[in-house]
């Protein structure tokens, strides 16, 4: 094996596992923990936040892809009952209320998910990048400039995607405007 095979396999491999660990659903359950927190949620309501709004969506869109799929159903019918589940939390959120920033963050992430179920049926627009890119963001939006050492991490998941040959640039690109836009959605209805 040549010292470039040796160099490629452990790039791959380190891109594989960055990717990994900042899976779109371990940055969402982040940003909703840092939501809780922020608002002052105590850890129950917290936790309560975090499963609905992250876990038990994510575990309908990953748990029912063989019923789906075994019923002929499109995979876009999941994506959307995801949607729907996140849209009724987001709801819950504004009529309790709970306080900010839960409720604007619950709302853009439902707009982010529903995003990348529209454009995919066009483009494979990375929700790596995409909720990456919106978490960074709305962390230093949050939590001020300290952490703007997060901003390295998107032009690392962008080059990564592409690496893994999971994107192509077009994609990576795709993902880091979604995740632009739907920052931009959670800072509007900041102001409101």
């Given at each position: 094996?040549t010292?470039?095979t ?11 596992y960055?990717?990994i660990?900042?899976a779109?659903?371990?940055v969402?359950?982040v940003?909703?923990?840092?939501s ?9 309501g917290?936790?309560?936040l ?7 969506p ?8 063989g019923?789906?799929?075994?019923r002929?159903?499109?995979?876009h ?12 939390g987001?709801?819950?959120?504004y ?6 920033p839960v409720?604007?963050?619950a709302?853009a992430l439902?707009?982010g998910?529903a995003g ?5 049926r ?8 995409s909720v990456?890119?919106?978490?960074v963001?709305?962390t230093?939006?949050?939590f001020g400039?300290g952490?703007?050492w ?5 032009p690392?998941m ?6 893994l040959r999971?994107?192509?640039h077009?994609?990576v690109?795709a ?5 632009l836009?739907?920052f931009?959605?959670?800072q509007?209805l900041?102001?409101?």
């Amino acid at each position: 094996m040549t010292a470039s095979t040796v160099q490629s396999t452990a790039l791959l491999r380190g891109s594989k596992y960055f990717c990994i660990v900042l899976a779109p659903a371990a940055v969402l359950a982040v940003v909703l923990l840092l939501s809780g927190i922020r608002a002052g949620l105590p850890p129950a309501g917290t936790a309560l936040l975090l499963a609905g709004l992250g876990v038990v969506p994510g575990i309908v869109f990953k748990g029912t892809k063989g019923f789906f799929r075994s019923r002929g159903l499109a995979d876009h019918w999941r994506t959307d009952l995801v949607t729907v589940l996140m849209l009724a939390g987001t709801v819950i959120c504004y009529l309790v209320p709970v306080p900010d920033p839960v409720p604007a963050t619950a709302a853009a992430l439902m707009i982010g998910n529903a995003g990348l179920a529209f454009f995919r049926r066009w483009l494979n627009v990375s929700a790596h990048v995409s909720v990456l890119t919106f978490g960074v963001l709305w962390t230093l939006a949050v939590f001020g400039s300290g952490f703007a050492w997060l901003l390295l991490l998107l032009p690392l998941m962008c080059f990564t995607r592409v690496s893994l040959r999971e994107h192509t640039h077009a994609e990576v690109l795709a993902g880091t405007a979604w995740g632009l836009g739907t920052f931009g959605f959670w800072q509007v209805l900041q102001l409101l």
